[in-house]
């Protein structure tokens, strides 16, 4: 699909787009069948296109879209004679950017967009999908409202003390505090279901790493063989787990390396160990605890470990003689498929730790939202303060400015032009 923004959008369609209809003059928002020719009149493609009148359209400007048949070269051959009618190739999230400018969008709504295309999970889904509703929006437009109206009273009693009443002002900036602070609390949630967990499994080789990444995805990604060392390099897949997506690597056996290609995986492993969240350390529980198991264990002194307690269906022989006994310990079988749901299952009531994923709210927040709150609370707490030290109203009232501002940033109300464009040129072009 070619889609085109701006006051000549219907002008550049007629200009390449030979309609089927007996009527020629377009509608807005009626989908047309036709033909795309070139300035020759040879046929490029079969098309359906509409024409959208603005402001009734995704950017609030005229918007014509032309639906042709898949290929990179008819793609192409559009988009050229498009250029060559006075059009220019979008820049990323130029659409989504004009939207915004033009009012049919707040930033959170924005954002929302990005999040829905990136999600990786249905979780990760339905969190985009509520913020581009307006869950978030609405929350913050909700406090912002109340600040605006507890600051107009207050400025009203210093305008006018002999006729207006100074304002409760403690209960009704505790309210807000109260309710910024919940929405502070909701970062973490939003940051594992936006961008997951990195999780490396790692181990000597031949102790059923692969084996154990295909177990988990549920799927032969990785190739398995008996002979040691046959990982040399990094495998990268998303595991769903509950909706939260793990990014799993296998990686190649750690040892003395026997060769330069070997040496190269068991830096990668290293490299991905120092760059994970978790890692998944598999030991072959049909065998005794060895000397590169020990010094594994050693070398992830201080890192999240999980343990994996591979080939069970050989025996469980393993004693780790005090090596990782504070890490949890799961027994599996990757060829069998034993004990892979409860290691899922602990691997991921490890990472939520107890955060409330289920109800933290429609949308929780991400971490440009959690920096604008912070300031919004860090006013509203000099508001408060103000208030116990007996300040002046007027002094009260600039925190007051102060949280209001940062609230509007949230949303896109109070904010600058390099953190418009560091949200919008994180999308992709046709957005």
Same mark, same amino acid.
């Given at each position: 699909?070619?889609?085109?923004?701006?006051?000549?959008?219907?002008?550049?369609? +007629?200009?390449?787009?030979?309609?089927? $209809?007996?009527?020629?003059?377009?509608?807005?928002?009626?989908?047309?069948?036709?033909?795309?020719?070139?300035?020759?009149?040879?046929?490029?493609?079969?098309?359906?296109?509409?024409?959208?009148?603005?402001?009734?359209?995704?950017?609030?400007?005229?918007?014509?879209?032309?639906?042709?048949?898949?290929?990179?070269?008819?793609?192409?051959?559009?988009?050229?004679?498009?250029?060559?009618?006075?059009?220019?190739?979008?820049?990323?999230?130029?659409?989504?950017?004009?939207?915004?400018?033009?009012? +049919?969008?707040?930033?959170?709504?924005?954002?929302?967009?990005?999040?829905?295309?990136?999600?990786?999970?249905?979780?990760?889904?339905?969190?985009?999908?509520?913020?581009?509703?307006?869950?978030?929006? $609405?929350?913050?437009?909700?406090?912002?409202?109340?600040?605006?109206?507890?600051?107009?009273? *207050?400025?009203?009693?210093?305008?006018?003390?002999?006729?207006?009443?100074?304002?409760?002002?403690?209960?009704?900036?505790?309210?807000?505090?109260?309710?910024?602070?919940?929405?502070?609390?909701?970062?973490?949630?939003?940051?594992?279901?936006?961008?997951?967990?990195?999780?490396?499994?790692?181990?000597?080789?031949?102790?059923?790493? $692969?084996?154990?990444?295909?177990?988990?995805?549920?799927?032969?990604?990785?190739?398995?063989?008996?002979?040691?060392?046959?990982?040399?390099?990094?495998?990268?897949?998303?595991?769903?787990?509950?909706?939260?997506?793990?990014?799993?690597?296998?990686?190649?056996?750690?040892?003395?390396?026997?060769?330069?290609?070997?040496?190269?995986?068991?830096? +990668?492993?290293?490299?991905?160990?120092?760059?994970?969240?978790?890692?998944?350390?598999?030991?072959?529980?049909?065998?005794?605890?060895?000397?590169?198991?020990?010094?594994?264990?050693?070398?992830? $002194?201080?890192?999240? *470990?999980?343990?994996?307690?591979?080939?069970? %269906?050989?025996?469980?022989?393993?004693?780790?003689?005090?090596?990782?006994?504070?890490?949890?310990?799961?027994?599996?079988?990757?060829?069998?498929?034993?004990?892979?749901?409860?290691?899922?299952?602990?691997?991921?009531?490890?990472?939520?730790?107890?955060?409330?994923?289920?109800?933290?709210?429609?949308?929780?927040?991400?971490?440009?939202?959690?920096?604008?709150?912070?300031?919004?609370? %860090?006013?509203? %707490?000099?508001?408060?303060?103000?208030?116990?030290? +007996?300040?002046?109203?007027?002094?009260?009232?600039?925190?007051?400015?102060?949280?209001?501002?940062?609230?509007?940033?949230?949303?896109?109300?109070?904010?600058?032009?390099?953190?418009?464009?560091?949200?919008?040129?994180?999308?992709?072009?046709?957005?």
């Amino acid at each position: 699909m070619i889609r085109v923004s701006g006051g000549k959008a219907l002008e550049l369609l +007629k200009s390449i787009f030979t309609s089927s $209809s007996k009527n020629p003059e377009f509608e807005s928002h009626r989908v047309y069948h036709g033909w795309i020719r070139d300035n020759g009149g040879k046929t490029i493609d079969e098309v359906m296109a509409v024409y959208m009148r603005g402001p009734n359209s995704y950017t609030g400007e005229d918007v014509v879209e032309v639906s042709c048949h898949g290929g990179l070269a008819v793609t192409r051959e559009i988009l050229g004679l498009a250029v060559e009618r006075g059009a220019r190739l979008a820049e990323r999230g130029e659409f989504s950017r004009r939207a915004f400018l033009n009012g +049919k969008m707040d930033l959170l709504k924005a954002e929302a967009i990005l999040d829905l295309v990136s999600a990786r999970t249905g979780r990760g889904v339905n969190l985009a999908a509520s913020q581009l509703a307006g869950s978030l929006s $609405s929350s913050i437009g909700r406090l912002r409202s109340e600040l605006i109206g507890l600051l107009a009273e *207050v400025e009203a009693s210093v305008d006018f003390p002999d006729d207006v009443e100074p304002p409760a002002i403690r209960t009704r900036v505790e309210s807000v505090r109260d309710e910024v602070e919940k929405l502070i609390a909701t970062e973490g949630a939003g940051r594992l279901l936006r961008e997951g967990v990195r999780m490396a499994i790692v181990g000597k080789p031949n102790v059923g790493k $692969s084996s154990l990444l295909n177990a988990l995805l549920g799927e032969k990604r990785a190739i398995v063989t008996d002979e040691p060392g046959t990982t040399r390099d990094t495998i990268e897949e998303v595991i769903n787990i509950r909706g939260v997506p793990f990014v799993v690597v296998d990686t190649a056996g750690i040892r003395h390396p026997r060769d330069r290609a070997e040496e190269f995986g068991v830096g +990668k492993a290293r490299a991905e160990i120092a760059g994970a969240n978790m890692v998944l350390l598999v030991l072959d529980a049909s065998t005794g605890l060895g000397d590169e198991d020990k010094v594994i264990l050693e070398e992830l $002194s201080g890192a999240n *470990v999980v343990l994996a307690l591979n080939k069970i %269906d050989l025996g469980a022989a393993i004693s780790l003689n005090g090596y990782g006994n504070s890490c949890p310990q799961f027994k599996v079988s990757a060829l069998l498929g034993t004990g892979i749901g409860e290691l899922r299952d602990g691997i991921y009531d490890l990472v939520v730790k107890g955060q409330e994923i289920e109800s933290a709210g429609g949308s929780p927040i991400n971490l440009r939202h959690r920096e604008c709150l912070l300031r919004a609370r %860090d006013a509203l %707490d000099k508001a408060l303060a103000g208030c116990d030290g +007996k300040c002046y109203s007027d002094l009260v009232a600039v925190d007051l400015k102060g949280a209001i501002v940062a609230l509007g940033e949230v949303s896109g109300e109070e904010v600058s032009e390099e953190v418009i464009s560091s949200i919008f040129d994180r999308f992709c072009v046709g957005k």
